[in-house]
């Protein structure tokens, strides 16, 4: 079998914040704990995850724009700490990011082709009327005619600003995308739209996604693989296919639960959700996730599951698993 390269990877990475709960005091916590993840090229990945659980922060960290306590990131193979500087520039224009709010990524001030512009003529050597060819042809590939290069972000709806942001981010030529919430902003029809055009996209460029979200339809949807977060810890990662096939780790199977397709094969004993989402300041003991799980024991308050396969193919940190 062919080796399909690994664009992306963290491991075993850890991310500390600290944050002002009291005028006279900081108090620091985890935001990431132990997490591994990699993207192949071409891999859709999703991350899901209620909100705080630290997606963003993941994407922020394979991104380097921050940096992690302890772990190590790579990209195409190579641990970025041991990069030149000019390895590391093009490297790093090869994985780009598209946020939710792409009203604050577009300068205001700017016309759409002048924003257009920057990008192209950046690593390229295209004339200026090439550079405008080529965004043209980007404009189509994202639905937009060529009448908009003449507009300001103002005169766009959402979903033509995400375009917009969309084609910015592919006139770099990338390899990998990490989509923070890219549609949440929108309505239902442009959300679709927007995730029908993601998935022609990473056809036709072959690109890879780790896709940030917190809807489980848009995760099985998009995704080849589901990560899924819980107070800064991977507590389950699958293959989209495996989403029927249980047992998954109690958290995703009420996140299943909660899906609206109802699921013959699920098994009944489950209450809802119990309790309130923990906080990282205030992080349970042993596996985080045991104070709202129906099937906790013991073992669960003292000690913190690792990953471990099922023989269903998933892998699941849980120790009734
Ligand atoms: N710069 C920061 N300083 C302090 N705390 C932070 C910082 N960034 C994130 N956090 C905290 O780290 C935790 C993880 O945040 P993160 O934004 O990664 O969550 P998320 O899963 O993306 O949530 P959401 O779905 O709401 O976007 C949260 O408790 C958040 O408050
Ligand atoms: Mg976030």
Redesign the pocket.
């Known amino acids: 079998m062919l080796e399909v390269p690994i664009i992306a990877q963290l491991e075993r990475v850890y991310?500390k914040?600290?944050?002002k709960t009291k005028w006279y005091k900081r108090e620091s916590?985890w935001?990431?704990l132990d997490v591994s993840i990699q993207i192949a090229k071409g891999e859709v990945v999703a991350?899901l995850?209620?909100?705080?659980?630290?997606?963003?922060?993941?994407?922020?960290l394979l991104l380097n724009l921050?940096n992690p306590e302890k772990g190590e990131i790579y990209w195409f193979g190579k641990n970025i700490k041991t990069l030149e500087r000019k390895t590391y520039k093009f490297l790093r224009s090869k994985i780009q990011a598209l946020f939710?709010d792409n009203y604050a990524s577009l300068n205001p001030r700017l016309q759409i082709k002048e924003i257009l512009l920057e990008p192209t003529l950046l690593n390229n050597r295209l004339t200026k009327k090439e550079a405008l060819d080529r965004i043209v042809f980007v404009l189509h590939q994202v639905g937009l005619k060529e009448e908009y290069l003449n507009f300001y972000p103002h005169q766009l709806s959402g979903g033509q600003r995400q375009r917009v942001a969309l084609a910015r981010v592919l006139l770099t030529r990338p390899s990998l995308i990490v989509l923070?919430?890219p549609t949440s902003a929108l309505d239902m029809t442009l959300q679709s739209q927007i995730l029908t055009l993601l998935r022609e996209l990473k056809e036709k460029y072959e690109l890879s996604y780790l896709l940030?979200t917190?809807s489980l339809p848009v995760a099985l949807e998009m995704a080849d693989t589901i990560v899924v977060?819980y107070l800064?810890r991977i507590v389950e990662i699958f293959k989209r296919e495996l989403f029927k096939k249980f047992p998954h780790h109690p958290y995703t199977e009420l996140l299943l639960q909660a899906f609206p397709d109802p699921f013959s094969e699920i098994p009944p004993h489950f209450e809802k959700v119990r309790g309130e989402p923990a906080?990282?300041?205030n992080r349970p003991s042993g596996c985080e996730f045991h104070p709202r799980c129906a099937e906790a024991v013991d073992i669960c308050q003292r000690e913190t599951p690792r990953l471990r396969a099922q023989t269903t193919g998933a892998w699941v940190a849980c120790f009734k698993r």
Do not use: N, W
Not at 49 to 60: D, H, M, V, Y
């Open positions: 991310k914040y600290s944050v916590f935001a990431l991350l995850g209620e909100s705080g659980c630290g997606k963003s922060t993941l994407g922020r921050e939710q923070d919430e940030i917190h977060m800064g906080s990282p300041l």
